[in-house]
């Protein structure tokens, strides 16, 4: 064992290993899941196919922009709550995570 020793006995991680380049068709509604758990393995490289493309063409910025506006939103009543003086308790989250079009009221 010497001293630049990262725990990686078992794999081979540097440029001269033998790569494959493939390419996975996830549903989006399931791309975020999937992309945390091949990374939580360690051992793929991500390539960007939108690289050519700014942050704001990419085909996440409309969910980023209704984030920004559901916390616009959130600010706005915080602060009109303090106003009146109210105070707001505490509740507890549900164990299954929130999707933005059920928190949205559509016009």
């Known amino acids: 064992m010497g001293i630049l020793n990262f725990g990686f006995d078992n794999i081979?991680?540097?440029?001269?290993?033998e790569m494959q380049l493939v390419q996975l068709m996830i549903p989006?509604?399931?791309a975020h899941d999937t992309v945390a758990a091949l990374?939580?393995?360690?051992?793929l490289q991500f390539k960007d196919l939108n690289s050519d493309k700014s942050?704001?063409?990419?085909?996440?910025?409309?969910?980023?922009?209704?984030c920004d506006e559901m916390a616009r939103k959130i600010r706005f009543f915080h602060e009109q709550v303090e106003k009146a003086g109210m105070t707001v308790g505490l509740r507890a989250v549900p164990d299954k995570g929130f999707n933005m079009d059920e928190l949205e009221v559509r016009h």
């Open 28 to 30: 989006a509604e399931s």
């Open 39 to 43: 990374g939580d393995v360690g051992l």
């Open 12 to 17: 081979e991680l540097w440029r001269s290993q």
């Open 55 to 66: 942050a704001f063409q990419r085909t996440y910025a409309n969910q980023v922009k209704r």
